[in-house]
């Protein structure tokens, strides 16, 4: 079965410079081996391809049940370096929540 990442998770994202930095926390401990399985760095730069970030770091935090992801140079420049009108992090972990995930029936 397919779901999507906001259905297991909730997720804060910060800001500093020209990085982002993504928390991902488990609703449940129960799904947390799921999420470290399929929500890799590979799919989280695929993920935010269109934002460039040339960088993709993901730090586990297993007693949490949550995980932190860093993307370098995705906020155009950062608050004090870009034209753009929002160029704040704090939207990207709506973009993160969208990820597709394949659980078994029994998980959700």
Known sequence: MKT??????HARTGDKGNRSSIS????EPRHWPLLVEQVTEERVA???AA?????VKRYLL??????????DDVLDGGVNGSLNLDTHGKALSSL???LTLDVPETTT
């Open 46 to 48: 695929k993920l935010f």
């Open 51 to 55: 934002r460039k970030p040339t960088a």
């Open 62 to 71: 297993p007693n949490l049940h949550a995980m932190n992801f860093v993307l």
């Open 96 to 98: 993160l929540l969208t």
């Open 24 to 27: 991902l926390i488990a609703y």
């Open 4 to 9: 999507l990442l906001h259905t297991l998770a």
